[in-house]
């Protein structure tokens, strides 16, 4: 069994900043890459910024030089820096991980529950 538990999301003013978190817990073995994702209202899904194992992140073209995504490895933790907050920024961001729970299992996605980032103008 794994949990992604997210936190973070908050409402902000336009120009804000807010820290997001999403660690993973259970029977995990192998962590490959974590990212975030976001769905505003009446859009579809859509990768925010991603990040491997071994620290390369990768950005949408809307958040580039204003987000920031790490990880800690030790904790099986991924985190999303978002400055300049935006009003299109508004949307329910989702942790996205792949792992394997064991040796010679194969990796699956798992996604967590979202968090609310409300940016007003």
């Known amino acids: 069994q794994v949990q992604l538990v997210e936190s973070g999301g908050d409402l902000v003013q336009a120009g804000g900043s807010l820290r997001l978190s999403c660690a993973a817990s259970?029977?995990?073995?192998?962590?490959?890459?974590m990212g975030w994702y976001r769905q505003a209202p009446g859009k579809q899904r859509e990768m925010v910024a991603t990040?491997?194992?071994?620290?390369?992140?990768n950005y949408a073209d809307s958040v580039k030089g204003r987000f920031t995504i790490s990880r800690d490895n030790a904790k099986n933790t991924v985190y999303l820096q978002m400055n300049s907050l935006k009003p299109e920024d508004t949307a329910v961001y989702y942790c996205?991980?792949?792992?394997?729970?064991?040796w010679g299992k194969g990796f699956n996605d798992y996604w967590g529950q979202g968090t609310q980032v409300t940016v007003s103008s």
């Open positions: 259970g029977s995990i073995f192998k962590l490959n890459p």
């Open positions: 990040i491997t194992s071994g620290g390369s992140p």
């Open positions: 996205h991980v792949v792992l394997t729970t064991g």
